[in-house]
């Protein structure tokens, strides 16, 4: 089988691959220059465990190449971003659009088209369904169209791409066949059939559920903080019930699903959407939140430096897409305080090493929950810093010695 995968970035990319392994002629297509060159010399631009060594193997096999061009295929699949549109709150589809007008010269008959990219409910029959009707295709007869959307974390993307359930949404139920027998080639989970905008809203309310339930235990910290009371011994308690898991707090809501997709819903129905809109104003509120907390904590100290562990919203991976530590770094400069950045999985010239970043610190602020950050050098901290404390905004640095450093989280604010 002949796949060309429209859009090489965090999901288009380990599904090309996967395909590849599965031994289809996957051709890769994207509009960065760069990226593609990059990918033909089988150097990565993401961190992933496990992509770069089938990466390569797949490339001296000769089952993927990237390109900027599609090409002939049996089966087309969009990966492309859809990210909102500021003034409406919106889906914007407006690099899915241009990606299914891209591969109109080279469909055929019979070929499968799947959308991946996470669009509002009905944005397939609406807007994707025309743009191939116009063209004279009758769908479900001459061409095959369906919404599949991804359901991964970056991290663990391989092993969930092939172990999840997968939702097949056709436009009808011979689009739905053909999109699940695409899929079948290496996912082991589930296929799930179903209507296409079934499944554009299964996406959108998967990821407005985590949101929704982030932003009840950020609400609580913040209560919390107000009367005195330790939210994570809270969480903890209350998640002894058997019916009750309250999640995880933290600095705010990040990645390119969470931090949008509950937005897409909210757009088309703002006045039945009320608490969707409430709890993405919640999360959305946590970055001042940060930067109010630590301006108390270090009031009394005089030029602080503050010192930032972690520009990721998620751990152990490169992803900075709408991480929340990229919002409290901005608000914290806008403040005319010093900043220093250590991040262990993100290249950038103007972050530092750990050591370098805590020199003469009055404060270290953890926003991601690398691994690293787990167990922090309290020796070297209490020697370099000004001042040794940490605001723990994650939840995870572990108190070894409470008398060489101050270790202030969610739990003692």
Known sequence: MKVCIIGQGYIGLPTAILFA?????????????????????????????????????????????????????????????????????SCDLSYVISACESIIPYLEKENIVIVESTIAPMSTDNYINPIFENEGFVIGKDIYLAHCPERVIPGNIIEELVNNDRIIGGVTSECSDKAADVYKIFVKGNIMKTEAKTAEMSKCMENTFRDVNIALANELTKVCSKIGINALDVIELSNKHPRVNIHSPGPGVGGHCLALDPYFIYAQVPEEAKLIKLARDTNNSMPQFVVDKTKEIIKNIESPKIAILGITYKGNTDDTRESPALEIVNLLKNEDFKIDIYDPHVENKKYHNFEKTIKDAAICIVLSDHDEFKNLDFNLMTKAMKKPIIFDTKNIVKNKDKEKIEIINYGNL
Request: glycine share 6%; proline share 6%; net charge neutral.
């Open 21 to 89: 392994t599965n031994n289809c002629e996957v051709i890769g297509v994207d509009v960065n220059d760069d990226l593609v060159n990059k990918l033909n010399q089988g150097k990565l631009f993401i961190e992933e465990p496990g992509l770069k060594e089938k990466l390569n193997l797949t490339m001296e096999k000769g089952k993927y190449k990237a390109s900027i061009k599609p090409k002939k295929s049996d089966v087309f699949i969009i990966t492309v971003p859809t990210p909102t549109n500021t003034e409406n709150l």
